[in-house]
């Protein structure tokens, strides 16, 4: 099963980049519904099964330090390495000499991340693994949206933008691989998802959210999100019941 949402998170990927080449005008409610349904397994699956996994309530600050901890790490590598990666024409146009390389570089490794938490999270059971992998899928496919936009942004040259998007599309599928080599114990199990939720709550709030937001701002755009968090919550409920 595992190998079969691998492959799916490279798909994924690829129609993202696709969409965004054919209907750029429907971005906004795409990257919407990402946002709430990023948003919504932080929420509802990452952080109940990562306090689940470590313990007892003394434990509670622990998960929660670790879950801060996650968000402002992403939050640092991804000003860092891409500035270009989120909104400003004004970023894209002082460091064109890059070409949006620098953006899409980023986006990539946000990818293999992705698919890393995939990987660890199957590792707790399948259900959770599951609905980690549903928020990915529509993770990767605003990815692959991104990262194109990128490359056009910086070049207008559309087969770089898609050789781009073929090694975005790559990563999620080596970082599932990777992530599920590892064995970790209930604890550790239990921390790397508290990462992944800081990570999935920057990337929510802080990257899909204000870019579709900003794309479009309408009220379609809002009940996408919330569409996304519920789709999240009620797949969580039943996988749970299962």
């Known amino acids: 099963m595992i190998f ?3 492959i799916a998170t490279s798909i994924f990927t690829l129609l993202g980049g696709l969409f965004a080449l054919k209907y750029s ?3 906004h409610l795409i990257l919407g519904f990402s946002a709430g349904a990023v948003l919504g397994v932080a929420f509802f699956d ?27 790490l992403f939050m640092i590598l991804d000003r860092t390495i891409s500035g270009l990666s989120h909104n400003g024409e004004e ?5 064109h000499h890059h070409d949006g390389k620098l953006g899409a570089l980023a986006l990539i490794t ?4 992705d698919g890393l938490g995939i990987g660890l999270a199957f590792q707790v059971s399948v259900a959770v693994g599951a609905v980690v992998a549903v928020a990915v899928l529509v993770h990767d496919f605003s990815d692959g949206i991104n990262t194109v936009n990128m490359i056009l942004k910086g070049t207008r040259e559309k087969v770089r933008a898609l050789k781009w998007l073929a090694a975005d599309a790559v990563a999620p599928l080596l970082g599932v691989l990777v992530g599920s080599q590892f064995i970790l114990t209930d604890n550790q199990l239990g921390m790397v998802l508290a990462l ?15 870019e579709s937001h900003h794309r479009h701002p309408k009220p379609w755009t809002t009940i996408s999100t919330v569409l996304g968090m519920l789709i999240i919550y009620f797949a969580i409920t039943l996988a749970m019941k299962g």
Do not use: Q, R, W
Not at 56 to 69: K, M, R, S, W
Not at 198 to 210: K, Q, R, T, V
């Open 196 to 210: 992944f939720a800081g990570f999935f709550f920057y990337i929510g709030a802080s990257d899909l959210l204000p």
């Open 46 to 72: 990452l952080m109940p099964e990562a306090m689940a996994l470590i313990g007892g309530t003394e434990d509670h600050l622990t998960v929660t330090t670790v879950l801060a901890f996650g968000f402002g």
């Open 91 to 95: 970023a894209v146009n002082e460091t």
């Open 25 to 27: 005008d429907k971005l």
């Open 4 to 6: 079969i949402i691998a």
């Open 110 to 113: 946000h990818s293999f991340l």
